[in-house]
């Protein structure tokens, strides 16, 4: 079963992310390698920080810089695995630094929840 599981941060997390670099890159750099080995994973990428929201009101496209929310907390990136159940999407997002600094969402993909 396919899982997408999103990344969240915010500019407390992003602080802590800079000022540990070294150490989120390493343990993300494990994670990757295990989930490669074991034919979990299937997909990732950061996503960069600015973004433009487009809606078609009337037939009229309204584009604004910046996410759709006002939030406080946006999508820092994605990881899709494909592994045997949501338990094992959850024990893999429970590992990933952000979860730990922020938050990580798990979403199955459709077409592959069933």
């Known amino acids: 079963?396919?899982?997408m599981l999103l990344i969240y941060n915010n500019a407390e997390s992003r602080k802590a992310?800079?000022?540990n670099m070294?150490?989120?890159?390493?343990?993300v750099g494990q994670i990757?390698?295990?989930?490669?080995?074991?034919?979990?994973?299937?997909d990732g990428m950061a996503l960069a920080g600015s973004s433009r929201t487009v809606q078609v009101r009337d037939g009229v496209p309204?584009?604004?810089d910046g996410p759709?929310?006002?939030?406080k907390e946006l999508m820092a990136g994605y990881v899709t695995v494909d592994v045997e159940s949501l338990e094992r999407a959850t024990e893999?997002?429970?590992?990933w630094p952000d979860a730990a600094l922020c938050a990580m969402e798990i979403r199955?993909?459709?077409g592959e929840a069933g």
Request: no cysteine.
């Open 22 to 27: 070294g150490k989120v890159m390493a343990e």
């Open 1 to 3: 079963m396919k899982y």
């Open 108 to 110: 199955p993909v459709v």
């Open 17 to 19: 992310i800079e000022e």
């Open 32 to 42: 990757m390698a295990e989930l490669q080995a074991s034919g979990e994973f299937v």
């Open 92 to 95: 893999i997002a429970a590992r």
């Open 62 to 64: 309204v584009v604004t």
């Open 68 to 71: 759709f929310l006002e939030s």
